[in-house]
């Protein structure tokens, strides 16, 4: 259950993140909008850290394979195709098409094993829900 809840938390905040970039992005511009975000994501980081225990920074350096370390990047990427998908359809329509795209990919990770996850066996009532979600997204639309 407090999976659920913790989940549920970061759908809300992922939309109210989103369409609160939107909002810098149109005062200020898209780079410095998500340089900002990165940063104050960072300092927020390095707050909790000084304040929850302090792990040890150096366990970076032995994370493998290295390409995990590429979060951060994505995460300035993912903060810019936010704001430009809730600029362009909405903060509705983004969003859904945002969800539906993370199913579709998770499933995918999960499906064929990548990354380290652990391989699942393919289930049609997954395929199905994926494409009724596809469906939804043509009658939001």
Request: with cysteine; net charge positive; aromatic share 12%.
């Amino acid at each position: 259950m407090t999976g659920f809840i913790i989940a549920l938390i970061s759908g809300a905040l992922m939309s109210l993140q989103g369409v609160f970039n939107t909002g810098v992005t149109k005062q200020t511009s898209m780079w410095v909008a998500t340089g900002w975000v990165q940063l104050t994501a960072f300092l927020t980081c390095l707050i909790l850290w000084f304040l929850s225990g302090r792990e040890n920074i150096t366990g970076l350096i032995h994370v493998q394979p290295k390409y995990l370390l590429i979060g951060g990047i994505m995460g300035a990427f993912i903060t810019y195709t936010v704001v430009k998908s809730m600029a362009t359809l909405g903060p509705a329509k983004a969003a859904i098409i945002i969800v539906v795209s993370q199913i579709i990919v998770a499933y995918g990770i999960e499906l064929f094993g990548l990354f380290g996850v652990d391989k699942i066996g393919f289930e049609w009532k997954k395929l199905i829900g994926a494409v009724v979600a596809i469906i939804g997204i043509i009658i939001f639309n």
